[in-house]
């Protein structure tokens, strides 16, 4: 048998935290000494993904995906662990450096809120162009045909290119976000609930478009979601988060159809509509 392939991504022992504000960190009968008190929202995170693998991570809100990910992307510092990219531990290179790293092109992310994320003062166009610019030096001719390359693969008209946030639905403004993303080639790309703020009924456009997108690039994701619905739908192997810690893993369909972990058990029956029941 041949050996597997090293992962895309090896997150190892990855630990965050937050300063509680000190209003709590207040002994509760006034005492003297007001140390510092933290909340540990990454409590100690592994997991790895493969070239080309689709992963969830799952958990109810506050549970710490937004903030592991957010480190992943290098948006934010670990206080320890590993982040090891293609080889490259990320982990060692400050979060204030990440936007011009040479990785930086390797590796994108999409946000929760389009409407929120996007520069409202910026077209579509420069929403899209500007990672290009920066990471791979485009200009001219050559960035005008990669933006409209992008902008078509994710289905958004040479016109709507024009306009700022505001003046594009909640689709829209999703499809630049995920043009804008794809626009340097990444082999990874992260997206933290990339359709929560758009309506269901587009919803599923979106999640359509993005499923195409990663098999035709061949592209690896982390998708965070708490509609267990929609991950099961879209990834192959799923992450279970709660209170900072992955207390579950494994194959999507596995996982909520017979899930063997009391929380996912309980986290599968707490969703309505989901389709395994
Ligand atoms: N900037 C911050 N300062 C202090 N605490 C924070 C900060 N951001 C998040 N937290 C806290 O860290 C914990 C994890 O938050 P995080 O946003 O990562 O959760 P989440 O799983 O993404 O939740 P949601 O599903 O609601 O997006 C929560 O308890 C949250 O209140
Ligand atoms: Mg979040």
């Known amino acids: 048998m041949p050996l597997a392939d090293p992962p895309l991504l090896d997150v190892r022992d990855l630990v965050a935290r937050y300063p509680l504000s000190p209003a709590s960190a207040m002994p509760p009968f006034g005492g003297l000494r007001q140390r510092q008190r933290w909340l540990q929202a990454v409590d100690g995170v592994s997991f790895t993904v493969a070239r080309g693998e689709a992963v969830g991570l799952v958990g109810e809100s506050g549970c710490g995906k937004s903030t592991l990910v957010s480190l ?5 510092d ?3 662990g590993h982040i090891v990219f ?7 290179h400050a979060a204030a450096h990440a936007a011009r790293a040479p990785w930086r092109r390797r590796m994108q992310m999409v ?5 929120d994320s996007l520069d409202p003062r910026k077209t ?8 290009l610019r920066r990471l791979l030096g485009l200009q001219g001719q050559a960035l005008r045909d990669r933006v409209l ?14 306009r700022r946030p505001h003046e594009l639905s909640g689709g829209q403004a999703a499809r630049v976000g995920i043009a804008r993303a794809l626009g340097p080639g990444p082999e990874l790309l992260i997206l933290d609930e990339p359709t929560a703020a758009i309506d269901v009924s587009v919803q599923a456009g979106v999640l359509a478009l993005l499923d195409r997108l990663r098999r035709e690039l061949g592209l690896a994701i982390v998708f965070v979601s708490h509609d267990l619905g929609v991950v099961r739908l879209l990834c ?10 992955i207390v579950d893993q494994g194959p999507a369909h596995a996982l909520f159809d017979q899930p063997r972990h009391p929380y996912t058990a309980a986290l599968a029956a707490s969703i309505p509509h989901f389709p395994g029941k």
């Open 111 to 115: 946000f929760q809120d389009p409407h």
């Open 86 to 92: 293609d080889g490259i531990d990320l982990a060692t």
């Open 236 to 245: 192959e192997r799923v992450l279970v988060m709660r209170e900072g810690r």
């Open 72 to 76: 992943i992307a290098r948006l934010s």
């Open 78 to 80: 670990p206080v320890s």
């Open 124 to 131: 579509a166009f420069d929403a899209v162009a500007d990672p």
């Open 149 to 162: 390359d992008v902008a078509q693969r994710v289905h958004l008209g040479a016109d709507l290119l024009q």
